[in-house]
C-alpha cells in the first residue's frame, strides 16, 4: 500500500487514515503556527496535545533537495495552470510527488491541482472545504 502525505487541513480534522502516512515539515509549521495563534489558555492546550499527536503518530517528511526539485515542477504547474498560490500547500504537494505518495486533504482546489500534478488524491468523508 502505497505512502499517503497528509495536508494539514485533514490533520486539523482528525481523520484516522486506513495506511500508512506521513506528513510534511510544512504541515507541522503550521500546526506550530496555530498553537501561537491560539486565543486562550484552553484553545493553546488543545492544539498542543493535536500536535503532540501528530509528531507521535506520522512520521515526518523533510524539505530536502528532492522535495525541492518537485517543489519546483508543482510551483511551475500551478503558475501555468492557475493552480493554487499557497506556497505551503505546493510544498505540501510536492512532498508526495517526491516520496510517490498520495496526498489526502480536504481542500477541494489543493485536491484538483494535485490530480492535475498526477497525485493519487483521497478526500476524507465530510470534506466540506
Do not use: C
Amino acid at each position: 500500500m502505497a505512502l499517503l502525505v497528509l495536508d494539514t487541513s485533514v490533520l486539523v480534522g482528525n481523520w484516522p487514515p486506513a495506511r500508512p502516512a506521513a506528513v510534511s515539515t510544512v504541515s507541522v509549521g503550521e500546526l506550530y503556527a496555530g498553537v501561537a495563534l491560539a486565543g486562550d489558555a484552553l484553545e493553546r492546550q488543545r492544539r498542543e496535545r493535536r500536535l503532540g499527536g501528530v509528531l507521535h503518530a506520522y512520521a515526518v517528511l523533510t524539505v530536502d533537495l528532492d522535495v525541492a526539485r518537485a517543489f519546483g515542477d508543482v510551483l511551475a504547474l500551478s503558475r501555468r495552470t492557475d493552480g493554487p498560490r499557497n506556497r505551503a500547500d505546493l510544498l505540501i504537494a510536492a512532498s508526495a510527488v517526491a516520496h510517490d505518495a498520495g496526498l489526502a486533504t480536504t481542500d477541494k482546489r489543493l485536491a484538483a491541482f494535485a490530480r492535475r500534478a498526477g497525485l493519487e488524491v483521497v478526500e476524507p468523508p465530510g470534506n466540506a472545504s
